[in-house]
Structure formats: structure tokens, C-alpha cells
């Protein structure tokens, strides 16, 4: 049965909603009609995650692969295959369980800011009256012990910005020629470039314009906090790292 031939890996909060939307008008790509399945981070385990509401994330969790496999069930002459879990970047078996199953698959991340991350990332529960702190540096203060205490990884505010350590599990695990990435500011910036480019790295007619008259919701702010300054002053080293791997003009 058909399985994916290429993943947006994330991150989280970067972008990956649009981006899975505007890939679906592609008329050569398939799309697994559930954004985020999550098999290759959570294949075969029990899902039994402490955060507040963790549970309904659960119930979208697919663990089985013959559940999986029916994702892509309706696929007929499509030559680009996908889905889009943001848990893959950050969940590291997520890397073993996919070379196994799909070796040759295409990854796509798309990386924001870590601090305009984990800031978003924090509105998102909070507006969802999950997040009992209302303020973003207690927060970040209780994520050790809420990663102890088995919180489901949308939680790890400050630990899913940890783009070095998460991408270097890729390109030891994968060819360079497999991995794509992008910066959420060339979504902001120009995305009929960066989908013209995506298109070009899946191998599908890359003249084709996808309707992206639903903007990319603009990024809130993060608020003026001294407790925070430690967090966002710390050097970041991944684009100097991937630099030769971006798109140079998109």
C-alpha cells in the first residue's frame, strides 16, 4: 500500500498549516487529509501525556501502521506523496522509524526565530485556555518539570528551538540531497517563491501557483521581559550552519 514520499518535518508554529494547505492545490500532490498523524514520533507507544487537554491530543495520534497506510488510500497518479508533522523535527525516533520505513523520503523543515517560536507556541495554549501561566517566562521557567512529568511536546517551548541538535539527526541519518529547508521569513516574504522552489525539490511542475490569498497570520510580538533576556540573547547557530542548504533567492 502507498506510503509518503516526502514529510514537512516543522517546526512547530512556523508556518507548516499554510504551507500543507497551499501544497494540497498542487494538482501532482497528495496530502494525507490528516495534517498531522504523528506515526513515525509516536509508532507503537502508549500514549500517556501529562499536560492540561494532552488527552485530545492523543485521540489524533495515529501509532498503528496499517492506520497509517490508509492515509494515503486514495492516491491515484499523484507523483508527490506527504503529510505534514511537526513533531518529526523534535521527537528524535521519529528519524530511526523513518529512514526504516521510507528511506528515500524527501524532508521539508521550515525554521522560525526559537524565541518568536516558543512565544507563539505559548499564545496558541494559552488561547486555548490550556496554559495556566499567564506569564511567558514562568512558563518557561516550569518546562524542565513539565518534560519530566511527561508533557505532550507542544509544551517544550524552549526545547523545540533547539534546531541544531534536531537537524543534525537528519543529516547523519540521510542524504544532504533529501533535506530541504526554509526559513518561516521566506513563507512571510515571498511564498509563491519558496512553494515554486518546493515544487522544484519535489520534482513536480514547479509553474504552477497555488492561491495563497490566506495570508500567513503576522507574528505577535514578544513582550519586554528582563527574566526572558538570557532566552533570546543565546546565539542560535543553525543558519550559519545550513546556510549553504537555503534556498539563495527565492
Not at 507523483?79 to 505534514?84: H, K, Q, Y
Amino acid at each position: 500500500m502507498t506510503m509518503p514520499n516526502f514529510l514537512i518535518i516543522g517546526a512547530a508554529k512556523a508556518g507548516t498549516t499554510s504551507i500543507y494547505r497551499y501544497l494540497k492545490q498542487h494538482p501532482q500532490i497528495y496530502m494525507s487529509p490528516a495534517k498531522e498523524p504523528r506515526f513515525f514520533a509516536f509508532e507503537g507507544e502508549t500514549l500517556d501525556f501529562g499536560g492540561l487537554g494532552d488527552e485530545k491530543e492523543a485521540d489524533f495520534i495515529v501509532t498503528d501502521i496499517e492506520a497509517y497506510r490508509q492515509l494515503f488510500k486514495k492516491v491515484t497518479n499523484q507523483v508527490a506523496i506527504g503529510e505534514a508533522s511537526t513533531s518529526y523535527l523534535y521527537i528524535a525516533k521519529s528519524v530511526e522509524r523513518i529512514k526504516y520505513y521510507i528511506p528515500k523520503a524527501k524532508l521539508i523543515a521550515i525554521l522560525r526565530d526559537p524565541a518568536e517560536r516558543a512565544y507563539s507556541n505559548y499564545l496558541h495554549l494559552l488561547k486555548q485556555e490550556r496554559e495556566p501561566l499567564t506569564d511567558f517566562a514562568e512558563a518557561l521557567s516550569q518546562e524542565e518539570k513539565r518534560i519530566q512529568n511527561n508533557w505532550w511536546s507542544f509544551w517544550h517551548y524552549k526545547h523545540q528551538g533547539l534546531y541544531y541538535v534536531q537537524m543534525k539527526r537528519y543529516y547523519e541519518a540521510f542524504e544532504k540531497s533529501q533535506i530541504k529547508v526554509y526559513l518561516y521569513e521566506d513563507l512571510n516574504n515571498n511564498p509563491i517563491g519558496m512553494l515554486k522552489d518546493m515544487f522544484g525539490f519535489l520534482q513536480i511542475d514547479d509553474t504552477f501557483t497555488p492561491d495563497i490569498s490566506e495570508k500567513v497570520r503576522q507574528a505577535p510580538r514578544l513582550p519586554k521581559n528582563k527574566a526572558l533576556e538570557s532566552f533570546l540573547n543565546q546565539p542560535h547557530p543553525v543558519q550559519s550552519i545550513l546556510n549553504p542548504l537555503l534556498p539563495t533567492s527565492l
